[in-house]
């Protein structure tokens, strides 16, 4: 969602949460599981799948969408962008490495492959959380004063049009989960009168499974 006249950078901010969260937990469940546990490799590979081709969205719509315009319009900060591009292609190559690796510790729950795996997720989170923080530090401030309401917008579509629709209510529970008060009424906001109320009757519920099927634990926030 975005203001009249300023794209709502906080929108980024609420997505960024969302992955440092997750990607900062998902090395610890994957190191908890034992070898030869195939139904827990199999949840886990299956909930590493979908954020790694979260994560590869998130930054194809970058890509695509939101450097070109800056490069073309704060020619001074073109060496910023060009490193926020180089980030990204460390954080591709490390989501390539895990997604080579995956289909096979999910058939055979190894300790090998588990141990790569937590590796390669280490690795990934150093590089993905100094590129958050660099990217909300220095180039959301360009982004507010650079970009129209309208090419914001089509960036935070472009990534909304790669969402299963199956799983919508599943990401909207973990964007909310650390958003503020203030931030999850934005959100729900977006939403058809009708899909919030889904949302509150259906939604919650599901993402409380979600969080205990992935975490063992029962967590939600309303």
């Not at 709502?8 to 969260?21: G, K, N, P, T």
Request: net charge negative.
């Amino acid at each position: 969602m975005s203001t009249d006249t300023k794209p709502a950078i906080w929108e980024m901010v609420v997505v960024h949460r969302a992955f440092r969260r997750e990607f900062k937990l998902a090395p610890r469940l994957i190191a908890q599981v034992a070898p030869g546990n195939r139904a827990r490799a199999e949840v886990l590979a299956d909930y590493l799948t979908e954020l790694l081709t979260g994560l590869h969205h998130h930054h194809t719509g970058e890509d695509k969408l939101l450097w070109p315009l800056l490069l073309e319009r704060v020619t001074l900060e073109a060496d910023l962008v060009h490193t926020m591009e180089a980030q990204h292609e460390k954080v591709g190559t490390c989501i390539a490495e895990l997604e080579e690796v995956l289909p096979a510790w999910r058939a055979e729950a190894d300790a090998e492959r588990r141990d790569r795996i937590v590796s390669s997720l280490t690795l990934l989170n150093d590089e993905l959380v100094a590129h958050l923080d660099q990217e909300e530090e220095r180039i959301l401030p360009l982004v507010a004063q650079h970009l129209s309401v309208a090419e914001w917008d089509a960036l935070s579509e472009y990534g909304r049009s790669h969402l299963s629709k199956d799983r919508l209510l599943i990401q909207l529970g973990s964007l909310l989960e650390d958003a503020t008060p203030a931030e999850r009424d934005a959100f729900l906001t977006l939403l058809p009168p009708a899909a919030r109320v889904l949302w509150r009757l259906v939604g919650q519920r599901q993402y409380r499974k979600e969080c205990a099927r992935i975490r063992g634990i029962t967590f939600a926030r309303s």
